[in-house]
């Protein structure tokens, strides 16, 4: 690895950060408004001892978890059956094209009526916002795959629908699959600030109770922390990633 790549991208971060640093110490922004990088630190502290940051996390976490399997979950046996049958992709073509320009945030206000303001609630916004991405990233891979390896599985034995899925559909799939579902990592992440400002208890929920005070430290504290959390699951996912796929190689 060449020095450059390593000392570049930090000392573009210290510029950002001395940039960051100087705007608010110079009063060219006012403090309350932009909190300089230095004062993060002690920030962080009180949430820490206060037991509000690891309460916060850990309820938004788990909200994060479940949206993202449940949302991930049907959009990805949705996505292989419509992407095998034609007719399910018919009969459902209209459904897609009315529900999928309607935003995540126009479901909150059928989330609060259906499931009130509980934790109930911000998993099915999560769960929305996580579907689409992760339905048409399998719908679009199992479309891809070469009609040539399904007639070659054809002439193998493998003609039942379950057979040509198990053996070449999902295996073919799976990098495309994968992509999507990467991508509704960080979705889902901007989902749990979505479903949380409205009053369910997380990281969200947390930001806006700082900013209705102007104590914006602790909204940067919180950023921050998301910002964190989602780089370690990326980094896990990414890992996780090239183990399945390892068969590429």
Do not use: C
Not at 173 to 178: C, Y
């Amino acid at each position: 690895m060449r020095l450059s790549s390593v000392l570049l991208p930090l000392a573009g971060l210290a510029v950002f950060l001395a940039v960051w640093e100087a705007v608010p110490r110079l009063g060219l922004v006012n403090p309350a408004f932009l909190p300089p990088p230095s004062v993060i630190p002690a920030a962080f502290l009180r949430e820490l001892a206060s037991g509000l940051w690891p309460s916060a996390v850990a309820s938004s976490l788990g909200h994060y978890a479940i949206g993202l399997v449940v949302g991930a979950a049907l959009g990805v046996a949705l996505g292989i059956v419509t992407g095998m049958s034609r007719a399910m992709e018919g009969l459902t073509a209209w459904v897609v094209r009315v529900l999928r320009p309607v935003p995540g945030l126009a479901w909150v206000p059928f989330a609060i009526i259906w499931f009130g303001v509980a934790p109930s609630a911000a998993v099915f916004i999560i769960a929305v916002g996580v579907f689409w991405i992760v339905y048409f990233a399998a719908h679009g891979a199992i479309r891809g795959v070469d009609r040539d390896l399904i007639e070659l599985a054809a002439a193998f034995g493998f003609r039942s629908a379950p057979a040509r899925l198990v053996k070449v559909l999902l295996p073919a799939a799976a990098p495309g699959i994968l992509v999507g579902l990467r991508t509704a990592l960080g979705q889902a992440w901007m989902a749990v600030v979505a479903a949380e400002i409205f009053g369910v208890f997380g990281l969200g929920q947390r930001m806006m109770q700082a900013s209705s005070l102007l104590a914006t430290d602790i909204v940067v504290v919180y950023m921050l922390t998301m910002a964190a959390l989602y780089g370690l699951i990326d980094s896990l996912f990414v890992a996780l990633q090239g183990w399945l796929l390892r068969w590429k190689a």
